[in-house]
């Protein structure tokens, strides 16, 4: 059986730093504010948002809570965004996605502060990730997947990283971070052929497809660690389930995580570490 790279240690060391930036912050007078912009009531950003909260409160990080209707319009949109911009006592900013149709998702990022882009949404935060540049804030998901990674000491200089997804939230930054840390990386994506050749041949698998199940023990190899993004709901198996097939992988390779409670556990974690060095802690 593989080892299990849970994700609740890697966040609790994460939240432990934190704490530490947060009570440093407060003696300089700074109180560390998450504000955090929904649209609507869809439920996955409805849990992720008190699962944020949680975090957050528990760490002395306080939020400011933004929610519109479903049907508000660009302008109001906007002019919620500006007033968050320029509320010197919000650090840094959520904004859920994806947009209700009638909005314009691309102008709404890109008129979020970089400085505050705590998820890396805007066009100015994926030109610090992209060029290597500091300052930015990646994905917090992406991210997680590296402070994963390190926590359980997988070494990914000059290893071989396959990421399986390219999208702009996770797989894209997921192979810019690996790259900054100097692993070799091959993005997949649906067009890629015979992608079971290529998953087999890496040291580090990161499923990002959002398709249930969908990489079967036929793309793993003894040795490999595997990182699963995936969160998808099985009507089958009446439970969630990641990308890769966890029963028939999880006796093969080295090391993978799970779904739930593997890569979803840290991410409210990384965002938390982000709002704290979005207010000048040290992190
Ligand atoms: P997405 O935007 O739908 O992107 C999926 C990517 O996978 C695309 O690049 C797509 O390729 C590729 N793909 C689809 N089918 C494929 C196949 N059969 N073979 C190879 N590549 C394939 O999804 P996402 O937003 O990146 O999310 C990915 C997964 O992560 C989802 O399950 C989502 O629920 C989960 N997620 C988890 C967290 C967390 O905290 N753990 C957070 C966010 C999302 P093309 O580009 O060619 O279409």
Redesign the pocket.
């Known amino acids: 059986m593989a080892e299990l790279l849970k994700g609740a240690p890697v966040a609790a060391a994460l939240d432990e730093k934190t704490r530490e930036a947060v009570h440093l912050l407060k003696i300089r007078g700074v109180r560390p504010t998450l504000g955090i912009l929904r649209v609507g009531e869809r439920p996955d950003d409805t849990a992720y948002e008190s699962a944020a909260v949680r975090r957050c409160e528990k760490l002395g990080i306080e939020v400011r809570r933004v929610s519109l209707p479903e049907d508000v319009k660009q302008g109001a949109l906007l002019a919620q965004i500006a007033r968050l911009n320029s509320d010197d006592n919000v650090h840094g900013v959520l904004m859920f996605r994806p947009l209700p149709v009638q909005l314009d998702e691309e102008e709404a990022c890109a008129a979020l502060m970089t400085s505050k882009d705590l998820d890396g949404v805007t066009p100015g935060s994926a030109a610090l990730l992209y060029t290597g540049a500091p300052g930015g804030f990646a994905p917090c998901?992406a991210e997680?997947v590296i402070a994963l990674l390190e926590h359980y000491g997988v070494p990914l200089e000059g290893r071989r990283a396959v990421v399986?997804?390219?999208?702009l939230?996770?797989?894209k930054p997921v192979a810019m971070l690996l790259l900054e840390k100097n692993a070799t990386v091959t993005v997949?994506?649906?067009?890629?052929r015979a992608?079971p050749e290529l998953t087999r041949r890496a040291d580090i698998v990161v499923a990002?497809?959002?398709?249930a199940e969908?990489l079967t023990a036929d793309c793993f190899a003894p040795g490999q660690t595997v990182v699963d993004?995936?969160?998808?709901y099985s009507e089958e198996r009446g439970k969630l389930v990641g990308?890769v097939d966890f029963d028939a992988v999880s006796g093969l390779v080295a090391a993978i995580t799970p779904v739930p409670a593997g890569?979803?556990a840290v991410?409210t974690a990384v965002l938390a570490k982000h709002v704290v060095r979005a207010a000048g802690g040290m992190l």
Do not use: F, Y
């Not at 399986?164 to 999208?167: D, I, T, Y």
């Not at 990002?208 to 398709?211: D, E, I, V, Y």
């Open positions: 998901t997680a399986v997804g390219r999208s939230v996770i797989g997949c994506h649906s067009r890629t992608l990002a497809l959002g398709r969908s993004v995936g969160i998808n990308d890569v979803g991410t």
